[in-house]
C-alpha cells in the first residue's frame, strides 16, 4: 500500500523556504569584522547576510557580562576559500529498499565516481526525499555517497505515514542496508538532517545499529513529548495544529505521556546507550528556535554520560544554524571536519584538542560573539536565587479605565498585580499574588516562536499590565545569564485544569518591554505528564517550570521582568506560531509568596554580574 501524505499550505510554504535559505549559497546569521588565522584545511561556503536575518529578533550590540572578558570569546571567522567539486556523481532516483516487515522505502541516491569509496551518509527524511542541495555537496565536494530516503507513507514510499512510527527500526535497517553496498566502503555511516530529518537522528541512534558511527541533529528535539507536542505537558499550540494529519491527529490522541510515547521519545537511558556506544555526536541549533530547546538536555545527558559530543548554538531561528558562520566555520565546515574525523578516522581540528577550545559553542546575545565553553550547562555558573516579593516594583502601570461611573467600592482601584524581586526572604506574612484566566480573552502572554522570525518583537507591557508580573530594579553591571531560569513556587487554583506561563523579558531604560525567554506546565499534569492529578480548589502545590535556554546579556540601566499569566498567543503577524495551545478552563490562581511558601527564580549568571544590589543566595 503506498499512502501519499500532503502537508498543509503553511508546511508547505515553511519548506520552499527552507529550500530557499539552503540554496548553493549558504548564509551568515551573525556578522563578524576584523582578521583571523586561516581555519585548518580552509574550508567553507562563502557566507552572504540571509535573507531571513532582517525578520528575526536582533539583539543591539552591548558590552559583554561583568567578569566574562577572560573567558575563551572565539576569534572572528576566517575568510573561507571557494571549494571545488571533484567528484562527478551517478544520481539514481526511485531505489527501493526492503524493510525488515517488506515495505519498500524510496530513496535518491548521490554515488560519487571515486576508485575507492569513502563513507556514506544518510537523510531519513519525513518530508520525503527532496533536493537538499546539502545532500549533493557532500557528495560532489567531500565524495560521500549520500542516500535521501523518504519514510513511510511519505512521496513514493509504501506503508502509513505517521508521527516518527518506524522512524527508529526503518533507519536501522536504512543503515545496515548502506553499510553493505559497494559505494560505502568500510561500511561507516553518519545520519544529519534538520527540524523534522533532525529528529530522525536521534530516533535512529536510540536502535545503535552497529555501523552507525556519527550524527548531527540539528534544530531538533529528543523527547519531542516535553519539547514540541506537549510543552509542559500543555496542549499543542497553532504551529502543531498546521500539521499533516498522520502527524497532529496521531500526537492528540495520546494526551499524557504513556506507553505510545515511549516509543517516539528518544529519553535519557537511550541517549546515555548512545554516547557509551561511542559513536560522534554534534548537536546544533538557533536561541531563537522553538525546537533547539530539546537538542541542549539531549547534549547534556550524552555528554555527561562521556559521550563524544558537542553542542554548536547560534542566535537565530529554524532556518538559522544550518545557514550560518557559527564560531571559526560555517555550519557546513563544522560538518564537514566531523564526518571526516568519525567516517574516514581523519585527523584534523575537531578531534586536534586544540582548534576546539571546549565542546560547546555559543553565542552570547548582548555582547553578540561567540564563545566556547567546556560543555552546557556551563561548570562555573553562578546560580542566584532571587524571591518574589509582594512590595510593588513600580513599573507597571494600571491600564486606563472604561465605561461609566461604578458604585463599586473596588471600582477605580489598581488591578495591577506588579511584585517585586529580591535576595531576602520573604515575611511570614507576605501577601499573594492572584490572577485570573479567561480561555476567551486571557489575559495572555505573547511569548511564542515563529519558524522563520524566532522570537516575538513586539513590545510586552501591554500584556504585563494585564498579568502578574515581578521586575527587578535597574541593574548596575552587565549581567550574563546564559542556561535555564527556574521557577520554584507554591500555588493554587480554583479549576481542576490550570496553565501556569512564565514569560521573561528585558525591560529597557524606556519601558519598553521583550521577549527573551519561557516556559510552561500544565499543574495537573506536573511533575508527571503520565498520570494526571486534577487539582482540587483551593488546594496548594508546588511546582517547578524550567524556562527555555538562554544566553543573554541584560545591559546596564535595564531591569529583569518575569511575567506569569494562564495561556499565551501568538504576537500580531506571527503565523503558525510554536508553543502551548489555550486551556479551555477558567481559573483564578494564586501564587503564595510568604515565608513558608517562598517563590523564587533561580538565575544561571556567568561572571560578576548580580540582578540586585543585596547579596543573593545561590544554588
Known amino acids: 500500500m503506498i499512502t501519499l501524505v500532503r502537508f498543509p499550505a ?45 525578520n528575526i529578533a536582533i539583539i543591539p550590540q552591548g558590552e559583554m557580562g561583568a567578569g566574562t572578558e577572560n573567558r575563551m570569546w ?73 542516500l535521501n530516503v523518504s519514510y513511510r507513507g511519505i512521496f513514493q514510499s509504501e506503508g502509513e505515514a505517521g508521527l516518527y512510527d518506524h522512524f527508529g527500526e526503518d533507519g536501522y535497517d536504512l543503515v545496515e542496508w548502506m553499510a553493505k553496498q559497494p559505494w ?46 506537549y510543552p509542559g505537558g500543555a496542549l499543542p499550540g497553532p504551529g502543531r495544529e498546521e500539521r499533516g494529519d498522520h502527524e497532529y491527529l496521531a500526537a492528540i490522541k495520546h494526551r499524557d505521556r504513556d506507553a505510545w510515547w515511549d516509543k517516539q521519545i528518544v529519553d535519557n537511558k537511550a541517549l546515555t546507550a548512545i554516547a557509551k556506544s561511542g559513536m560522534g555526536v554534534m548537536v546544533s541549533g538557533g ?11 539531549a547534549f547534556t545527558t550524552v555528554h555527561d554520560a562521556g559521550g563524544s559530543a558537542r553542542l554548536l548554538i547560534e542566535s537565530g531561528a529554524h532556518f538559522g544554524a544550518r545557514t550560518s558562520v557559527i564560531g571559526p566555520w560555517h555550519h557546513e565546515t563544522h560538518m564537514d571536519l566531523f564526518f571526516a574525523h568519525y567516517l574516514r578516522g581523519a585527523k584534523n581540528a575537531w578531534s586536534d584538542g586544540k582548534t576546539y577550545k571546549g565542546d560547546a559553542l555559543i553565542w552570547i546575545m548582548g555582547a553578540n560573539k561567540f564563545r566556547w565553553e567546556k560543555t552546557w550547562p556551563i561548570p562555573d555558573t553562578r546560580y542566584t536565587k532571587l524571591y518574589l516579593r509582594a512590595k510593588p516594583s513600580g513599573t507597571i502601570k494600571a491600564p486606563a479605565r472604561r465605561g461609566a461611573p461604578s458604585d ?9 498585580s506588579d511584585g517585586s524581586l529580591s535576595a531576602t526572604p520573604p515575611a511570614a506574612d507576605e501577601a499573594s499574588m492572584v490572577y485570573r484566566y479567561f480561555p476567551e480573552t486571557g489575559p495572555y502572554l505573547e511569548a511564542m516562536r515563529t519558524t522563520a522570525e524566532g522570537w516575538p518583537k513586539v513590545d510586552e507591557t501591554a500584556d504585563e499590565t494585564r498579568t502578574a ?29 490550570t496553565d501556569i506561563v512564565l514569560m521573561i523579558t528585558d525591560v529597557g531604560p524606556d519601558g519598553t518591554s521583550h521577549y527573551v525567554s519561557s516556559g510552561v506546565i500544565n499543574a495537573p499534569r506536573y511533575p508527571d505528564p503520565s498520570a494526571p492529578n486534577p487539582l482540587k480548589p483551593g ?26 499569566a494562564g495561556g499565551v498567543t501568538p504576537a500580531p503577524g506571527q503565523r503558525g506560531a510554536q508553543g502551548p495551545g489555550k486551556n479551555a478552563h477558567y481559573s483564578e490562581v494564586t501564587i503564595l509568596e510568604d515565608a513558608a511558601h517562598p517563590a523564587s527564580m533561580t538565575i544561571p549568571i556567568i561572571g560578576t554580574g548580580r540582578l540586585t544590589s543585596e547579596v543573593a543566595s545561590a544554588r
Open 10 to 54: 503553511g508546511v508547505r510554504r515553511a519548506l520552499l523556504i527552507s529550500m530557499v535559505l539552503l540554496g548553493s549559497t549558504p548564509l551568515l546569521a551573525q556578522g563578524t569584522h576584523g582578521e583571523a588565522p586561516p581555519a585548518p584545511n580552509n574550508i567553507g561556503p562563502v557566507a552572504m547576510a540571509p535573507a531571513a536575518a532582517k
Open 184 to 229: 560505502c566502503s568500510d561500511g561507516h555511516v553518519g545520519i544529519f538532517g534538520s527540524s523534522l530529518p533532525g529528529i530522525a537522528p536521534w530516533q535512529i541512534a536510540k536502535t545503535l545499529p552497529p555501523h552507525l558511527k556519527a550524527i548531527a541533529p540539528d534544530v531538533a528535539c529528543a523527547d519531542c513529548y516535553n519539547y514540541l507536542w
Open 469 to 497: 508580573s515581578w521586575t527587578t530594579d535597574p541593574l548596575t553591571v552587565p549581567t550574563e545569564v546564559t542556561g535555564n531560569i527556574v521557577f520554584d513556587f507554591s500555588a493554587s487554583s480554583t479549576a481542576a485544569d
Open 539 to 564: 488546594e496548594v502545590r508546588s511546582y517547578k517550570i524550567v524556562a527555555q535556554p538562554m544566553a543573554y546579556v541584560f545591559q546596564p540601566g535595564h531591569r529583569v521582568r518575569f511575567s506569569v
Open 287 to 297: 536561541l531563537q528556535d522553538y525546537i533547539t530547546p530539546g537538542n541542549f538536555p
Open 74 to 146: 572565539a576569534a572572528p571567522p576566517a575568510p573561507p576559500a571557494p571549494r571545488p567539486a571533484p567528484y562527478e556523481l551517478n544520481i539514481t532516483e526511485h531505489v527501493k529498499i526492503t524493510m525488515r516487515d517488506g515495505i519498500k522505502l524510496d530513496a535518491l541516491l548521490y554515488a560519487p565516481v571515486r576508485k575507492k569509496p569513502a563513507g556514506c551518509i544518510l537523510v531519513a527524511d519525513g518530508y520525503g526525499w527532496s533536493y537538499d542541495p546539502r545532500d549533493r555537496r557532500f557528495a560532489e565536494q567531500d565524495g560521500y555517497a549520500v
Open 408 to 416: 463599586d467600592p473596588e471600582a477605580g482601584k489598581s488591578k495591577v
